[in-house]
């Protein structure tokens, strides 16, 4: 009879554990984590490519009247410009990837 109470006190332990283990330890589960990785992975790439979409911006032949033409755009149409202008695209690839174009935009209208 003295194993019942036993065992509903690791259960209950068990439980409590977990509760605290997930609100406060850190504790996530594993599509958390894949998430995580994932998002981390995106934003690394992201900040490796933007920089070579600004070089390939700078080496066209009108690259200052094409960055007058860049600042005059609303914020919210400065991402496109660039994709369709091909800046975002990576040699070798066919598309640009999501968030270069964005990031690129940042780099070139801080620089000059």
Same mark, same amino acid.
């Given at each position: 009879?003295? &194993?019942?109470?036993?065992?509903?006190?690791?259960?209950?332990?068990?439980? &409590?554990?977990?509760?605290?283990?997930?609100?406060?330890?850190?504790?996530?589960?594993?599509?958390? &984590?894949?998430?995580?990785?994932?998002?981390?992975?995106?934003?690394?790439?992201?900040?490796?490519?933007?920089?070579? @979409?600004?070089?390939?911006?700078?080496?066209?032949?009108?690259?200052?009247?094409?960055?007058?033409?860049?600042?005059?755009?609303?914020?919210?149409?400065?991402?496109?410009?660039?994709?369709?202008?091909?800046?975002?695209?990576?040699?070798?690839?066919? &598309?640009?990837?999501?968030?270069?174009?964005?990031? @690129?935009?940042?780099?070139?209208?801080?620089?000059?």
């Amino acid at each position: 009879m003295q &194993a019942k109470p036993a065992a509903w006190g690791a259960i209950g332990g068990a439980v &409590a554990l977990a509760i605290i283990g997930f609100s406060w330890g850190g504790w996530v589960t594993g599509g958390n &984590a894949a998430q995580a990785a994932s998002d981390s992975a995106k934003t690394a790439v992201v900040s490796v490519l933007a920089p070579i @979409c600004a070089v390939q911006f700078h080496a066209q032949v009108d690259a200052a009247g094409k960055l007058a033409e860049l600042k005059a755009l609303s914020s919210y149409e400065r991402s496109d410009f660039v994709e369709k202008g091909g800046w975002a695209t990576m040699p070798g690839s066919e &598309a640009p990837m999501k968030g270069v174009a964005y990031a @690129c935009v940042e780099i070139l209208t801080t620089d000059a």
